[in-house]
């Protein structure tokens, strides 16, 4: 009789548990009971739904659970910790529930509900040496936030564990009202967010028209991009501060949820001709609004006002460096606002990723080119959605990259300091095997615009079809530090799996890219690399259900296509990748 296999998989482990619990207890059993429960069903029940985690069961005095992602089982942890300093602000000392949290990667195995195995093992034991309220994590851990969360790690070195066969270096995260600081014991203070640092949250529509979304989504957008472009500057990309739109949010939690110092918040009003804009800038850390004005301009002004905007923030926040830069705004605006108008519409669609949004797009930036044929973005917004739809499969590269180039060549001629115009171009020559052509593009945009998380992405892929896994690797942890929230961000996990399976890093590899086909269902490239990983690991069943998956999504996948068609620019790497499908049952 064949023995089941068991089923097995990479995840992410949390485990919880009440500091002093036996103590707690014996003081007060009933209400020590009560005051965890509703501790757990108030915040981190929800906290770890919040975090598309699961709860896998509950441990008398805590929790374990698992998560698909790395990150967002830190940022689970860290806003349990904050809320539970919260919680207990009012209470006295030898009255408080304190967690402790130790967070692991592993191979685990799960079986009637439940997991087992070393991986949580070494998570239970990793909060077991977590300081009450505090968190404890493996190197596995840190290697894959680092750069992605911006909170101080403190190296504990390499401990033995109890039941654990070998050592497991491990690194405490300092959290807490002195977030930014590292340990109490003598180690220098370390800045938790970039001081240049800022998100601009979507500007409500005031205008009693929902139909001028996209007028006012396009203003911020607009200064966004110019703020983005001040050398130091780290700015979140809007694809990820519009994840807040519509919603009532505390620019606090705002701010540390996705690392910044400072916040922009805003409103538009238009009626008929006329505009008026209202901004605001709240630096986080010290609570304060720092500037605030309102402009009542002709519509045919809006580009002035946006350029005074982010003339007076810039002022405001690092007036020495607006001194020494004589920073102004380096944007060709259209000659037509009307040009201007159909390609904020167009941006409304694009960036909802999908086929027949990014038809819809063509079809306005067709007609904000007839009104203006010189207009840099809208050209080069063009040749981006060409390309954008050959990635995905939506296009044939055939017909859509001589449209792409002529429209990013166009593009560059109008506006030649236009990171969009550079990265639509970089993605032609990428997909037309000028890789070197490729990253040299790629590499100028950043120049332009270092906050540019699209470009990040492009350039980590010419990367990795370069041979330079750990350069391409990097890049896309930038560009999901850039935009965590991002539509785009499925494909930015899935270069980043990639990058891995290039390097060999298999097990990596695979989490990675179950992330990217968790975001996004439809991602062909996150498939094959999910196929060929588990090819190479000898995981036979992953890699069947993987395969599967990569014929509904492509259904003309074989090994010709792949030895043909993909931009290797060295042999060895397209030799690995065809093994990897060999030995995933590919032919």
């Not at 030649?416 to 990428?430: C, I, K, N, R």
Request: with cysteine.
């Amino acid at each position: 009789m064949a023995t089941k296999r068991l089923e097995r998989r990479l995840t992410t482990i949390l485990a919880a548990d009440v500091a002093g619990y036996t103590r707690l207890t014996s003081l007060d059993e009933e209400g020590t009971h009560l005051q965890l429960k509703e501790h757990l069903q108030a915040l981190v029940d929800p906290k770890i739904s919040e975090y598309r985690g699961h709860v896998v069961k509950n441990t008398g005095d805590g929790v374990l659970a698992e998560f698909s992602s790395v990150v967002d089982a830190v940022r689970c942890a860290i806003d349990v910790q904050h809320g539970m300093a919260e919680r207990n602000a009012s209470l006295p000392q030898d009255g408080r529930i304190e967690f402790r949290i130790g967070i692991n990667v592993g191979d685990v195995i799960i079986d009637r509900g439940d997991i087992f195995g070393d991986g949580v093992n070494v998570a239970v034991r990793l909060e077991g040496i977590a300081e009450p309220g505090g968190i404890c994590v493996s190197a596995r851990v840190q290697e894959y936030v680092r750069g992605q969360v911006e909170i101080p790690f403190e190296d504990v070195g390499e401990r033995r564990l109890k039941n654990i066969a070998r050592p497991v270096r491990a690194y405490a995260i300092k959290i807490g009202a002195q977030a930014s600081l590292a340990s109490s014991s003598g180690i220098p203070a370390v800045p938790s967010v970039p001081r240049l640092s800022m998100v601009v949250l979507p500007f409500a529509n005031l205008s009693g028209d929902p139909g001028q979304d996209y007028f006012v989504d396009g203003v911020t957008e607009d200064l966004t991009t110019e703020l983005s472009r001040l050398a130091g500057s780290f700015v979140i990309a809007h694809n990820t501060a519009f994840t807040f739109k519509g919603k009532s949010v505390d620019v606090k939690r705002v701010a540390r949820e996705l690392g910044v110092r400072y916040v922009v918040e805003g409103s538009v009003r238009r009626s008929g001709d006329r505009v008026r804009i209202t901004a605001q800038l709240n630096d986080t850390a010290s609570g304060s609004h720092i500037w605030a004005e309102h402009y009542d301009r002709d519509l045919t002004d809006v580009f002035a006002v946006q350029d005074e905007i982010t003339d007076a923030i810039v002022a405001a926040i690092e007036p020495q460096i607006y001194a020494a830069e004589n920073f102004h705004s380096r944007r060709k605006p259209p000659s037509s606002v009307d040009a201007w108008d159909l390609v904020m519409r167009a941006l409304s669609h694009h960036w909802r990723v999908t086929r027949p949004d990014s038809l819809a797009a063509q079809a306005l930036l067709e007609r904000a080119i007839s009104i203006d044929p010189n207009y840099g973005q809208a050209l080069a917004l063009l040749a981006t959605n060409h390309m954008f739809g050959v990635h995905l499969g939506w296009r044939d590269i055939a017909t859509a990259a001589p449209v792409a180039e002529q429209a990013a060549l166009a593009a560059i001629a109008a506006d030649s300091e236009d990171a969009w115009a550079h990265t639509a171009l970089g993605s032609v020559y990428f997909s037309t095997r000028r890789l070197d052509q490729s990253l040299a593009e790629f590499e100028l945009a950043l120049q332009l615009n270092p906050n540019f998380s699209l470009a990040q992405g492009y350039y980590a892929l010419a990367l990795c079809y370069s041979g330079r896994w750990e350069d391409a690797f990097a890049a896309t942890q930038r560009a999901i530090r850039q935009s965590p929230r991002d539509p785009s961000s499925a494909i930015y996990y899935g270069v980043a799996a990639y990058a891995q399976f290039v390097g060999r890093n298999y097990q990596e590899a695979i989490a990675l890219a179950r992330e990217a086909t968790r975001q996004r269902g439809d991602l062909t490239g996150a498939y094959r690399v999910l196929t060929v990983a588990a090819g190479m690991t000898g995981q036979i069943e992953l890699a069947g259900t993987a395969l599967q998956e990569l014929r509904r999504t492509q259904p003309n996948i074989s090994l010709a296509w792949i030895a043909t068609q993909l931009p290797w620019k060295l042999d060895a790497d397209r030799e690995h990748y065809l093994e990897g499908f060999r030995r995933a049952g590919l032919e």
